[in-house]
């Protein structure tokens, strides 16, 4: 079978880092091939040769010539008495370009194929038996190259997926395409995209009215970073649902945990809505007593009761013409509920004390980290206030179910606070990356965020290392997660395993700027384990490019 890259003998050295145990160990190497694709490697000391496993990853860090140093990912794909056999994963075009610029000037000219071994007259620029250029002076090569063994290579890669694994690929390749186009057209709604016949058409329905902008305003927000550049498929939806809300005046119901960014998902549909230049006016029904929340909604007239010297305006007042937020609207009393539903319903409502119908126009975002269907069944909240507030529902998902997110998200927060306390350089390292996977995060997104706050604030070193987290993360370090006690050695293993794949990706694609060719020709990973690998923990290179 024909090789799909060209290939060169040398010697140079490499530094090849893979887990072991648990434990991340440095070996030294020789290249004893180089391909854009791969290479063939022999450690300097045999001792480490038995653990290299087919399919299992490896970090290299290979110096080619003067000051480039590449730091690739690589899947092992054979490992022999010639040499342990590596594919390249995740390569840029800047990192493969990078090697071919290598490779190139050190192939040597012979009369059979570079790719296939077939006998091939020197003056073609073409193999005839395996179809593929050989014109390596062609300036176009590289591109003309990638195109020619663009199949070859993701059949090389797909080769042992099943039928399920081949469809969320082609799911994601259609995610991509849909995410490069509505990029390209930048103004066009999703509506547009999945419908092309109706671009340029203006297109109103109860759940996009006027789309287009509120769409664009939402994938603008800074403020939702945090959202769009997740990769679990609920926050695509969430997303979604978010753009369809912003440009309606229906009421919507966000459902989740505390921490999860309730009032942040509030927040950004108001500030993509026609109401945007209006009041967002926030209150939280569980902090506020039962006896002052309701004076509080609707205000008071003089007189209502000791100590109303004279009218009181309520929320409701305040966020006339604008969007009022009920965080934790589950804990709200039945009577101040009926009163609620009647705003919902004929926007009228009464002072405290008074007994004057007015009139507001008010849209209503409510949130709950109660199940309120349960609350229905014990009679705590009504069924039709419910079925008033939930035309549109959005579910946030805790972060423990988003565990992919979780260093994408730190680093966030990282370079956040790094610039507010003017640690530009400050990094996480791979010790306390493992000790944020294996975390449960009951405070969810806010829970990381002071974590990695007080980190920013107590790092001096340019790493966050576990020390630097708080105490309770800290004291999980010797056990590595906190589930380590009941785990078996084969669980713990599999973890430590993962939060090592996962933050040496992240490493990788923060090196390379988000290109995930480079990154996965700098890890020594072919592209298909690294696409399947940045699938597994939901990490998105978009987070790594430049702004």
Not at 63 to 78: A, F, K, M, Q, Y
Not at 120 to 146: N, T, V, W
Not at 374 to 402: H, S, V
Request: glycine content about 6%; proline content about 5%; some cysteine.
């Amino acid at each position: 079978m024909s090789r799909l890259e060209p290939r060169i003998t040398t010697q140079l050295p490499a530094k090849i880092f893979f887990v072991s145990g648990g434990v991340v160990i440095e070996e030294l190497a020789v290249i004893r091939n180089l391909s854009p694709g791969g290479v063939l490697f022999d450690l300097l000391s045999p001792r480490h040769k038995p653990v290299l496993q087919e399919n299992s990853t490896l970090y290299v860090q290979l110096r080619l010539s003067g000051n480039t140093i590449l730091d690739l990912v690589g899947e092992i794909v054979r490992n022999g008495p010639d040499g342990t056999g590596l594919r390249f994963l995740f390569l840029t075009r800047q990192i493969k370009s990078a090697i071919w610029d290598y490779v190139k000037p050190r192939l040597t000219r012979s009369s059979s194929c570079n790719f296939c071994g077939k006998p091939r007259h020197l003056e073609l620029q073409k193999c005839p038996a395996c179809g593929l250029s050989l014109h390596f002076d062609d300036p176009q090569f590289f591109d003309i190259h990638e195109k020619e063994t663009f199949i070859g290579q993701v059949r090389t890669r797909t080769r042992d997926l099943d039928t399920g694994h081949l469809i969320e690929l082609l799911n994601s390749i259609d995610s991509e395409l849909v995410k490069s186009r509505h990029s390209a057209s930048r103004s066009l709604p999703v509506d547009a995209i999945a419908h092309p016949e109706h671009e340029g058409k203006k297109t109103v329905s109860p759940l996009n009215g006027g789309g287009r902008e509120a769409q664009n305003k939402i994938m603008r927000n800074p403020d939702l970073e945090l959202f769009a550049n997740s990769r679990h498929h609920a926050m695509a939806q969430v997303t979604l649902l978010m753009s369809k809300a912003a440009g309606t005046r229906v009421p919507v119901l966000i459902l989740g945990e505390s921490g999860t960014g309730k009032e942040l998902t509030a927040r950004a549909i108001h500030a993509a809505s026609p109401r945007c230049e209006q009041p967002f006016i926030p209150i939280n029904c569980a902090a506020i007593p039962e006896s002052l929340l309701e004076s509080e909604l609707f205000g008071y007239a003089k007189g209502a009761f000791t100590g109303a010297v004279k009218d009181k305006k309520g929320l409701i007042e305040c966020a006339e013409n604008g969007t009022l937020f009920l965080d934790e609207i589950g804990d709200m009393v039945p009577a101040l509920q009926a009163k609620l539903l009647r705003v919902l319903q004929n926007g009228e409502f009464c002072k405290v004390g008074s007994t004057e119908i007015r009139y507001c126009d008010v849209r209503v975002l409510a949130a709950t980290n109660v199940d309120l269907n349960q609350r229905i069944e014990t009679g705590a909240f009504r069924q039709d206030l419910y079925y008033r507030l939930n035309i549109i529902e959005i579910e946030l998902p805790p972060l423990r179910e988003r565990r992919a997110d979780i260093l994408v998200l730190a680093d966030e927060f990282v370079r956040k606070f790094g610039e507010q306390y003017h640690k530009h350089e400050v990094r996480v390292s791979r010790e306390a990356a493992a000790l944020l996977n294996g975390y449960r995060f009951p405070g969810n997104i806010r829970e990381l965020e002071n974590i990695m706050h007080r980190a920013v604030i107590m790092c001096d070193t340019g790493t966050v290392e576990p020390f630097h987290l708080s105490k309770q993360l800290a004291s999980l370090q010797a056990a590595g997660t906190p589930e380590a006690k009941e785990q078996t050695f084969r669980e713990a293993k599999q973890l430590a395993i993962e939060n090592f794949e996962r933050q040496f990706i992240v490493e990788r694609l923060r090196t390379s700027h988000g290109n995930i060719t480079a990154a996965a020709n700098s890890s020594g990973i072919d592209i298909k384990n690294f696409h399947t690998k940045m699938t597994r923990y939901g990490i998105d290179p978009r987070e790594f490019k430049p702004h």
